[in-house]
């Protein structure tokens, strides 16, 4: 059974950094991709960051050099680096992931972790 967990959500202060960690296990045969996506009240899901196989990261235009994925492919772990917070980065952000188990590639989330930027 595929597993994601997130960590290192809570309730910041605007400015300074803030570091969110997620882990993938379960069977896991290959990890194609590890990305973050947010969902602020009332909106949808949208991207925040991807990376992929190879290649740069994609990043959504809103957080381009603020934000930082990084992606640890032995530990099947990928991170999300805040820099500059803003209470608009104010959301539950998830973890996704792409991967193969057995022969079949299949998406899948994390439960979420909360994001507060408040003063």
């Known amino acids: 059974q595929v597993q994601l967990v997130e960590s290192g959500g809570g309730l910041v202060q605007p400015g300074g950094s803030l570091r969110l960690s997620c882990a993938a296990s379960?069977?896991?045969?290959?990890?194609?991709?590890m990305g973050w996506y947010l969902q602020a009240p009332g909106k949808q899901r949208e991207l925040v960051a991807m990376?992929?196989?190879?290649?740069?990261?994609n990043y959504a235009d809103s957080v381009k050099g603020r934000f930082t994925i990084t992606r640890d492919r032995n530990r099947n772990r990928v991170y999300l680096q805040f820099n500059s917070r803003k209470p608009e980065d104010t959301a539950v952000y998830y973890c996704?992931?792409?991967?193969?188990?057995?022969?079949?590639?299949?998406?899948?989330w994390g439960q979420g972790t909360q994001v507060t930027v408040s003063s």
């Open positions: 996704y992931a792409t991967i193969l188990l057995n022969t079949e590639w299949r998406n899948y």
């Open positions: 379960g069977g896991i045969r290959d990890i194609k991709s």
């Open positions: 990376a992929g196989t190879g290649g740069s990261p």
